[in-house]
Each structure stands twice: as structure tokens, then as C-alpha cells.
């Protein structure tokens, strides 16, 4: 009754507005996997009620709490080549990089409420906290309802599914599903680094804050409740003026207390450290720098890690991430060290983390994404089923981005064959459900999509050029061996060409080169050393260094071809960007534990600041791995060879062409593109080597066998292209012809997919 008075008379008591919800899923937590499994859900045709009990999404990941977006890269540190998230995480982070390059948490917001809203499917309800379950049967849970503060209203959400992705698991707890909160014991699944009581406990909660120098210099005074005696923090010694924001993850706090009901209780604590450790940047007289910083932000919740782990069909464990076992229903994956830390946070003199890495990814099953109690509850997230230890790893947010895109497909099946999420792990089931996240630009290891309604695989893809790589020119600038440097090459099955590099030697000394392999065809972790050779280097520059490698190889796969540490050699370089091929260095060694079933790993990985400086050399034969006909065999990044057709760089018009033996229909194409794979593109705080994705083909026109434009893409940045004819054409020929290619390399394609619908 806007603009009238309106006046009720006292009465014994009343309750809130009440507004009943009617969908088809209902994701309770808008964090990044409650927000993937929403769209995921929605785009497949479901409709889906959104709810979180913030104002914002997105969860630790969020302008309230401003952690980065990371996942099996790991920063670009670990073995894990080509491994960052596909799907809409890949949506979020490739946009993210063009709009937000600086890293402005703010703008985060932002990205992820449009992406949200551009689904007609969501109903989106904000600052709404779920505090209810109303159950159909023992174990079947019919509504689900919050409040909203905002709008004094209480939801009533009722629907035939749910997903709880709300991190602490607040609709598993109401519903009564089985849940774990703390350590296993090493015994229970097998788990010999499971952490003993000492170092054992929960993960604690983190507030991070913003500094901002203002040019002028600014008082601080701290409030009352500031840490007074900074010498309580062990590591006191190692603050900075350089490093805020998600650099201080390890103020953290929390881990010897039930971390869902006394959150209030550790973020109070964590406000005191930060204020505290402020005042001791400001007012200590240690940090002369410090006199013109000001206290631009703190964050007002705390970044959980961990709470409620829920019990699905199959409880991921330490030996399905070190081990990397297989699963029949591998649905997303993880790349993320068994990362734990001490219950004591940062009042403990301990490490604050301790990292166990696998040699590469691993699987997640789809049978952790469900309640195994709950019949029609999905868990999405942190909270899945899980032990203590493969949480360490499965908790990072993009690994939960994955996680939460399976959810929703699956979901989305569910609705439209009226089943429950269990019917799915069915191994004739669980197919469908992976080549649906497939088609959808998700990535699943050791699974390419095989689809059966994809034109493109009875066709012939032939190109007008392809690029043979015979020489990776030196671009003039060279790089020391203060630490061993590898090139990462795609080799044919047959013998090993010869390689040459060149290299300055300060004196005369031995340069000790090798030929190393992964364990697998596809594995990145070189530890096989297939050949070795020692060349002796006199002194002077611009040396040529010839090896001959004495292999041969079995079948097509990535080499390493490594030039061990020398401090009187440095090898030259070269500005060559090609898909599928990457410049390494030796950054450390993982000792192996064999009794604790920890690998020994040596981590080889691009140098951040400079990603894209590759070793210059010649080969002899040239490599050839670069053919079109990969474009239709259901890889869209590096395997255990390229997948990628890239034109040869003098090709003035590059295209693709793919025939059919008789005319087909063809309504709908789906077509794939480098945006960087091994670039992590972190959602904050560190900035990017280089804020363009090099390689992505800008512009491109799709032509029919009469050489008519059928359809224009113009200004492209997206990983996946999904188009749709104005008029389903009816053609023997269909050609992708590149008008601008990626701003740094010649035209370049991962997939070509076609469609009658």
C-alpha cells in the first residue's frame, strides 16, 4: 500500500510472508559449485530455484571474501600440463581474464550474477538462508525453506531434487544424511598420511585484507579488540608490506573447533589478528615503508575450508588422487595437492601446510556426488564424499566448479527420465551423463567425447596448410641453466629426431642432455630417462649442440627433452607460441614416502613470468603434429599429443574443409579454440603474465560447398563457439575459413563439431 497509511491491530503473534517455490532442482548455496551446477542444470532444460544466504555469489571466491579462483594447475607449479577446468568454469575464467585482467575482486561479483541471469531457467534468491527441511519419506526430502531478512520473507522450495552445495551442508544435516567432520583414522580406508592427533583436527577459517597506499602518510589506530602482542603469531617475522589479500592464507584459525557452529567465535578471533597484525605494520616502527599504507579492506566472513563431508556410494581416499585410479564414472577431476594444515592455524609453530602431489590428475566418481541415505539429494563442493585426506585436494574451488557442472547434468537427466541421482552411476547411464558434460565443453581425463549425433566424424578434414615444425627460431635472448630447463614435444611413433639447441658456456664444461617420458602417453611427470648424452662445451657463445638421441618410440606421445643444471651454460631461447608445446624448468622434488604411498615427483613447469619462452632449436625430421584430421577425434587440449590443427604461419588464407561422402543437414556447429589450457587465469590478486589468450582464433566465417557464408563470428574470445544456422543448410562441404587469427600465432583449431539440430 505504497504512499497510504496502512495500520493492523495488535494480535497474539504473526508469522512471515510465506512464498512457495515450485522446480525442478533445487541448489541450495551459490558459491562456485552451487552457481556451475544451477547453470548446468538450466541450460539442459531444468528449472532450477538458485538460493544463497549472501548478497552476493560466489562464495569464497567472491569481493566478501577474495580468494582465487584455483585448481589442478595449482598456480602453474605441478606437472598438471593443459589442466585447467573446462565448462563454465572455463566460461567464468577465460571472460574473467579479457574484463578483469588487474584482478579486481569487485568485478568478480559482477561476472557471476550475469552469468547467473542470462539463464531464463534460475530463479535467483539472494540473502536467503536455508534453515528447514520438510521430508516426503525417511529418506526423501520434499521442500526445503529459508528466510530473507532483506524482504522479511520465508521461501517454501519444493521440488523432486536437491543439491546441497551450501559448504557446511545445511540441507544434508536437516535431512538426516550421513555425514563425517574431522580425521579418519589411518586404518579406516587405508590412508597411511592421515594426520595424527597432533597435527590433526579440521582445516580452520581465513579472513584476508587490503592494503592501498595512499601517497600521503596515515595514522592507524587500533580498535580495543586488536591483538595486542603480535609475538603470539610464531611467524610474526614474516609479514610484509608486499603481500595481502589470499597471499596470507595462512592466517587461519579454527581447526580445534567444530568450524560450523562456532564460526562466529573464529571470525572474531581472525578480526583480532588482522587488526593486530596491521598495527604491528603500522605503529612497530619495522616497516619505514608502511608510513602512506592505509587499511583499505577486511573481510566481514570468514573463508571457510572445511565442515560436513557427506557420505555418497564411494568415498574418494588418498590412493584414488596419489594412485590416480580409474573410475568407471569419472565425472570431473582433481589436480590439487592433498593439501591439510595444522588444527593450530597460525598460532602453531608447525608448517602452516603440508602437500602430497600426485604425478598428474585424477578422477572423481560420480558416485561421491550423491547421498547414498538421501535418496534425491546431490552434494556439490567441499562437502562431498570424501575421506579427510582426498578433501585436501578436492576442496579447491574450480575442482568444486567440475564437480558442481556433473551435479547439474545430471540433475537435468534425472528430471527429464524421472530418476533419482543414484540411477546414474549405472555404467550404460553414467555414459550418457559423460558424453552430456562432453558436449558441453567439460574435460574428463582419459575420456574423449565419442558422440554419435556428431556430422563430423563421417567426414574427411583436410586443411589448406598445416605448420611442420622444424626450427623454434632463437628471438636473441637466452636463458641461464642455474636450474635444469626442458622442452615439452609432441614425437611421432618411430625413431627420435635429432635435436639441436644452441647455448653460450662461460668455460669449458660437460652439458648433460636427456630424453625423458612420463609413465603413461599423456603423463607429464618426466621421470624416465630413455636416453642421456654428454657433450662436451668449450667456451663462447651461440654454440650449436647437436644430439642424436638413440630411441625409438612406440607410439605417439609427449618427450622431454631435458638440459640438466649447468651455472656456466645458458641456452637460448625462443618466442615461438604453438599449441601443445611448452617450455619447462625444474622447480623442485616431492621426496617419495613408498611406506605412506606418497610418489616421488619432480616438478617441471613453465616460468609464470614468462610462460611462453620456448627452447630454441631445430629438429630433424620436422614434427608433423599438427594434422586436421585430430579435430574430429573427441580431444579438445593436449593428451598424449597435440590434438590441434595449426595452418602454417605463411598460409594467407587458412581453412578447414571437411566433405561428406553425400549430402548431410547440417543445423548446428560446435567449434573449439586455444585459450591456454596451462595459463591458471586466478580469479584475483596475482595478475597475468599476459592478459590476451594468444593463440584464440578471433574472427572466422563457416561456408557452405557452394562457397556461401553461412555464418560470421567476429571478435571471439571464447573457448567454445556453439552456432546455430539461421537455415539449416543441407551441404556435401562445410569449410571454417580463419580471417583473424590468435594476435600471436598462425590460425588454430581443437574441434570441429556439426549437427542436423
Known amino acids: ?42 541450460r539442459r532444460g531444468a528449472r532450477v530455484t538458485l538460493v544463497q544466504d549472501r548478497p552476493v555469489l560466489g562464495g569464497n571466491a567472491s569481493s566478501e571474501v577474495r580468494l582465487w579462483l584455483n585448481g589442478a594447475l595449482s598456480h602453474g607449479h605441478n606437472n598438471n600440463r593443459w589442466s585447467r577446468e573446462g565448462g563454465i568454469a572455463d566460461e567464468i575464467l577465460v571472460e574473467n581474464l579479457y574484463r578483469n585482467p588487474e584482478g579486481n575482486p569487485v568485478l568478480i561479483d559482477g561476472l557471476l550474477l550475469e552469468k547467473v541471469l542470462a539463464e531464463p531457467n534460475i530463479r535467483l534468491l539472494l540473502n536467503t538462508a536455508v534453515d528447514g527441511v520438510r521430508m516426503a519419506a525417511l529418506d526423501r526430502i520434499a521442500a526445503v525453506s529459508g528466510f530473507c531478512a532483506q524482504n522479511s520473507t520465508r521461501y517454501e522450495l519444493a521440488a523432486p531434487l536437491f543439491c546441497d552445495a551450501s559448504g557446511d551442508g545445511i540441507v544434508g544435516y536437516l535431512a538426516g544424511a550421513p555425514f563425517r567432520m574431522g580425521s579418519e583414522a589411518p586404518d ?16 580452520g577459517h581465513s579472513i584476508y585484507f587490503y592494503s592501498r597506499d595512499t601517497g600521503r602518510p596515515v595514522r592507524f589506530v587500533p580498535p580495543a579488540f586488536a591483538l595486542d602482542d603480535i609475538t603470539r603469531i610464531p611467524r610474526y617475522r614474516s609479514f610484509s608490506t608486499k603481500e ?9 584459525y579454527g581447526g580445534h573447533l567444530d568450524t560450523v557452529h562456532d564460526t562466529e567465535e573464529i571470525k572474531w578471533e581472525l578480526w583480532r589478528v588482522v587488526y593486530g597484525v596491521w598495527n604491528h605494520i603500522k605503529n612497530s616502527g619495522d616497516f619505514p615503508d608502511a608510513e602512506t599504507l592505509t587499511l583499505e579492506w577486511v573481510g566481514l566472513i570468514p573463508g571457510k575450508r572445511e565442515g560436513r563431508r557427506f557420505e555418497g556410494d564411494y568415498m574418494l581416499t588418498q590412493r584414488d588422487v596419489l594412485q590416480r585410479r580409474r573410475h568407471h564414472d569419472a565425472v570431473a577431476y582433481g589436480g590439487w595437492s592433498i593439501d591439510l594444515h595444522p588444527a593450530d592455524g597460525l598460532y602453531g609453530t608447525r608448517a602452516a601446510s603440508r602437500h602430497h602431489h600426485a604425478p598428474g590428475v585424477y578422477q572423481i566418481p560420480y558416485r561421491s556426488l550423491y547421498s547414498r541415505d538421501v535418496a534425491n539429494l546431490f552434494l556439490s563442493g567441499r562437502l562431498i564424499s570424501a575421506s579427510h585426506v582426498a578433501f585436501g585436494s578436492t576442496r579447491v574451488m574450480l575442482t568444486c566448479a567440475q564437480v558442481g557442472e556433473a551435479v547439474g547434468a545430471a540433475a537435468a537427466l534425472c528430471v527429464a527420465e524421472g530418476t533419482d541421482p543414484q540411477a546414474w552411476s549405472a555404467p550404460d547411464r553414467v555414459a550418457q551423463l559423460q558424453r552430456t558434460l562432453l558436449r558441453g565443453g567439460a574435460h574428463i581425463p582419459g575420456s574423449p567425447l565419442a558422440d554419435p549425433d556428431d556430422l563430423a566424424r563421417t567426414a574427411t578434414v583436410t586443411a589448406t596448410s598445416r605448420l611442420r615444425v622444424a626450427e623454434l627460431a632463437p628471438d636473441g635472448r637466452s636463458a641461464p641453466l642455474s636450474r635444469a630447463r626442458a622442452q615439452l614435444l609432441p614425437l611421432a611413433r618411430g625413431p627420435v629426431p635429432a635435436v639441436t639447441v644452441r647455448v653460450d658456456a662461460t668455460e669449458r664444461t660437460e652439458l648433460v642432455v636427456e630424453l625423458r617420458l612420463g609413465d603413461a602417453p599423456d603423463s607429464y611427470t618426466p621421470d ?32 622431454f627433452v631435458c638440459l640438466l643444471a649447468n651455472p656456466a651454460v645458458a641456452v637460448r631461447t625462443s618466442a615461438a607460441e604453438l599449441s601443445g608445446l611448452a617450455a619447462l624448468q625444474h622447480r623442485s622434488t616431492q621426496p617419495g614416502e613408498p611406506e605412506a604411498g606418497v610418489p616421488e615427483v619432480e616438478f617441471w613447469a613453465p616460468d609464470r613470468d614468462a610462460p611462453t619462452r620456448a627452447l630454441a632449436l631445430r629438429l630433424d625430421p620436422p614434427l608433423d603434429p599438427f594434422r586436421p584430421e585430430q579435430l574430429t577425434n573427441g580431444h579438445r587440449r593436449p593428451t598424449d599429443r597435440p590434438n590441434v590443427w595449426v595452418a602454417d604461419a605463411a598460409d594467407p588464407d587458412p581453412r578447414l574443409v571437411l566433405r561428406w561422402d553425400r549430402p548431410v543437414i547440417v543445423g548446428r556447429l560446435v567449434l573449439s579454440f586455444d585459450t591456454e589450457f596451462d595459463h591458471p587465469m586466478e580469479s584475483v590478486l596475482l595478475g597475468h603474465p599476459h592478459p590476451d589468450t594468444a593463440l584464440c582464433v578471433r574472427s572466422y566465417e563457416i561456408l557452405d560447398d557452394g562457397g556461401r557464408t553461412r555464418a560470421k563470428v567476429t571478435g571471439n574470445r571464447a573457448t567454445r563457439n556453439e552456432i546455430v544456422l539461421d537455415d539449416p543448410v543441407t551441404t556435401s562441404e562445410l569449410s571454417v575459413r580463419v580471417t583473424e587469427p590468435g594476435v600471436r600465432g598462425p590460425a588454430t583449431v581443437y574441434e570441429v563439431r556439426c549437427y542436423e539440430r
Open 1 to 42: 500500500m505504497h504512499g497510504q497509511l496502512q495500520r493492523e491491530p495488535a494480535v497474539a503473534s504473526r508469522t512471515p510472508r510465506t512464498v512457495t517455490v515450485s522446480a525442478d532442482l533445487v541448489v541450495v548455496g551459490g558459491g562456485i559449485a552451487g552457481l556451475c551446477a544451477a547453470i548446468a542444470a538450466a
Open 188 to 203: 579406516e580406508f587405508d590412508e597411511p598420511i592421515a594426520p595424527d592427533g597432533g597435527f590433526g583436527g579440521l582445516l
Open 244 to 252: 595481502h589479500g589470499c597471499r596470507l592464507w595462512w592466517i587461519e
Open 528 to 559: 624416465a630417462v630413455l636416453d642421456r648424452r654428454s657433450v662436451s662445451l668449450p667456451e663462447g657463445l651461440d654454440q650449436p649442440v647437436n644430439v642424436q638421441f638413440e630411441a625409438t618410440l612406440d607410439e605417439p606421445r609427449y618427450a
